[in-house]
């Protein structure tokens, strides 16, 4: 530059400042993100910035120059939209578990969430997303062009490149703030926890669980798994919420063990019931054996089924789903549209009806997942005054409103499935969890789960045991509802429930176990929950 005549300097200097007017106007919306985020992304993305400029001047002929800028402002801007419209909303940086639950998720659900999250910051944002988008295209008719070149005068070029390569090596360095990077490795990481999952269901009946024994006796058994969505105790009327939000629990409470003190190892499903299903935990880092419940229960010589309000497809198979496929008779209800979870009744009578004598019933509702209105039917809207919160606004009263109308349908569900087990002879019970729990707002301003900006109440779930005569009276378990517990353990639980031995039991992991052990209670990023959230 400094060897140009003044003249071609002013209008070498004025092409730049218009051509280039819509990655200022990147940087700015950037400028926001850093002020949340940190200096690294403004670091990473000046340094892009500087990239595209650079290159853009090295190319001379122009309207492969106008190609290359509109082209990468065009990704610019969707990065920096994606990137500040997550850090409104969660007040963070994206993180490899957001890719997790956006692969997890469908299309309807998917919907959903953007819906659940939009306010006036989100619109604004997609406006001045669009906005730039334009000013993208109209930059590649810009001007008549100029010569370029001076540009190519070897001292100059040989500057350029190596200021270019210098800023590749930082960039590289700086890999880790890039969302393309992370959406690459979020992606990969997805794959290959879905392909363990998928290894471990290729055998759909058995598993890689040794000596396998039922402790059978000459009643019936059945035991219901009902495993809940996006539920958090701090809002169930049962653990001493101002709403009474369940009231049909609340009335059958001398039948229940309400358990106090219950979590989740992680705030998303895939990565929640992953654990809870499986042998995997944050425990044992090397897992030698290789099954799901599922696969213990049929080695035990249970008949299995899974009976979902979940649809069954995500982008790519649920890996929820995946673990369903061991079961002997599976049946998803919510396929096609969205259905509350009563529609679930039907089937479970019909799978209490079957006559085998052994049987696991695994219920898998909606619960209370966004959006919550679509959760319950209009019967069941009946909060709709002020709740108590610090956020007192429309939106965050609308929000607990719905949520609370939601837990009170979930309770109506729950205690049909119990009043129709009731009616079933035998050794049965019902266990009830959520596989994590929902901010809303309570202590930050959002309603959602996140482990990105995660709360106490995204780990904390209910978790409620009904059992018949016959189960309680069992002299070898114990329910003591004050034991402190991670859903990570459930495997061993489930098979003490229904007195299932195999060679990898440790009774010291089963709440229901007289010899359980109270152990450190780990969560993302194998963070001790009672250090992370001490009383």
């Given at each position: ?30 400028c ?14 000046a340094l ?69 999250a ?9 406006v ?25 005068r ?12 210098s800023?590749?090596?930082?960039l ?5 703030s ?7 490795q ?54 001493d ?80 789903t ?6 002997e ?22 799978a ?9 019933i ?12 679509k ?26 409103n719905?949520?609370?109308?939601a ?18 002879e ?21 309603a ?10 995204m780990?904390?779930?209910p978790?409620?045991?009904w059992?018949?005569?016959a189960?309680?009276r ?8 004050d ?8 495997i061993?639980?489930l ?24 152990t ?16």
């Amino acid at each position: 530059m400094f060897f140009l005549e003044k003249p071609h300097m002013l209008t070498y200097i004025k092409s730049l400042l218009k051509r280039y007017f819509i990655l200022l106007l990147c940087l700015l919306v950037l400028c926001f993100l850093t002020a949340i985020i940190g200096y690294r992304a403004l670091l990473t993305y000046a340094l892009l910035v500087y990239l595209i400029v650079t290159i853009d001047g090295l190319i001379k002929r122009r309207l492969l120059a106008d190609l290359f800028t509109s082209l990468m402002t065009f990704i610019f801007s969707v990065t920096a939209f994606v990137e500040v419209g997550h850090a409104f909303m969660f007040k963070d940086r994206i993180e490899e578990s957001t890719f997790f639950i956006l692969f997890e998720t469908n299309l309807s659900e998917s919907k959903e969430f953007l819906l659940s999250a939009t306010g006036f910051v989100p619109i604004l944002l997609m406006v001045l997303f669009f906005a730039l988008l334009g000013l993208a295209l109209v930059n590649i008719f810009w001007g008549k062009g100029q010569t370029r070149a001076v540009l190519f005068r070897k001292t100059y070029w040989r500057l350029k490149f190596f200021s270019i390569i210098s800023s590749l090596g930082l960039l590289y360095y700086l890999r880790t703030s890039l969302l393309l990077y992370i959406t690459l490795q979020s992606f990969s990481a997805f794959q290959a926890e879905k392909e363990k999952l998928l290894n471990l269901v290729s055998d759909k009946r058995g598993g890689d669980f040794d000596h396998v024994e039922h402790l059978e006796s000459d009643a019936d058994e059945v035991y219901v798994l009902v495993i809940g969505e996006s539920t958090t105790r701090r809002c169930m009327g049962i653990y001493d919420y101002y709403r009474m939000t369940t009231p049909r629990l609340y009335e059958m409470r001398e039948e229940l063990f309400v358990y106090k003190d219950v979590i989740t190892p992680h705030t998303h499903t895939i990565a929640a019931l992953g654990k809870a299903l499986t042998m995997s935990s944050f425990k044992d880092s090397i897992q030698e054996v290789e099954g799901s419940l599922i696969q213990l229960f049929n080695k035990a010589g249970f008949v299995t089924y899974w009976l979902s309000n979940q649809k069954p497809i995500g982008i790519y198979e649920s890996t929820v789903t995946a673990l369903s496929q061991s079961a002997e008779h599976r049946t998803f209800t919510n396929v096609s549209s969205g259905q509350v979870d009563g529609v679930l009744l039907k089937p479970f009578s019909d799978a209490l009806r079957d006559e085998a004598p052994k049987k696991l019933i695994v219920v898998h509702l909606m619960g209370t997942h966004m959006q919550y209105s679509k959760r319950y039917p209009a019967r069941f809207d009946f909060f709709k005054s002020q709740p108590r919160t610090n956020y007192n606004y429309e939106k965050s009263w609308k929000s607990i409103n719905t949520y609370d109308n939601a837990v009170l349908y979930n309770d109506y569900v729950l205690e049909s499935l119990i009043r129709q087990l009731r009616n079933v002879e035998g050794r049965t019970a019902l266990l009830y969890f959520s596989d994590h729990g929902e901010e809303v707002y309570h202590t930050k301003a959002f309603a959602m789960h996140a482990e990105t900006n995660e709360t106490k109440d995204m780990y904390d779930i209910p978790f409620i045991l009904w059992g018949s005569e016959a189960f309680v009276r069992d002299s070898a378990l114990t329910f003591q509802t004050d034991r402190k517990y991670s859903i990570e353990d459930l495997i061993y639980s489930l098979a003490d429930m229904a007195r299932i031995r195999f060679d990898q039991f440790d009774a010291q992991r089963s709440i229901f176990n007289p010899d359980f052990k109270e152990t450190k209670r780990y969560i993302t990023q194998k963070r001790v929950y009672d250090e992370v959230y001490a009383q």
